[in-house]
């Protein structure tokens, strides 16, 4: 993975965060949805190509 790829795919996850508050989510969801896209990037980071 490119450095600009592994730095988009970070980005787009980041402003998945950033959208959530627009979604119609019960407290309990939107933390759920949350803890899923950190997951997410917690799981690409292991891509950075910085840190292989």
Same mark, same amino acid.
């Given at each position: 993975? #490119? @450095?600009?790829?592994? $730095?988009?795919? %970070?980005?787009?996850? #980041?402003?998945?965060?950033?959208? %959530? $508050?627009?979604?119609?989510?019960?407290? @309990? $969801?939107? %933390?759920?949805?949350?803890?899923?896209?950190?997951?997410?990037?917690?799981?690409? #980071? =292991?891509? =950075?190509? $910085?840190?292989?």
């Amino acid at each position: 993975m #490119s @450095r600009d790829e592994y $730095e988009k795919i %970070q980005d787009d996850l #980041s402003h998945l965060l950033k959208k %959530q $508050e627009y979604k119609n989510m019960t407290s @309990r $969801e939107r %933390q759920s949805y949350k803890d899923a896209v950190l997951a997410c990037k917690s799981v690409v #980071s =292991n891509y =950075n190509p $910085e840190r292989r």
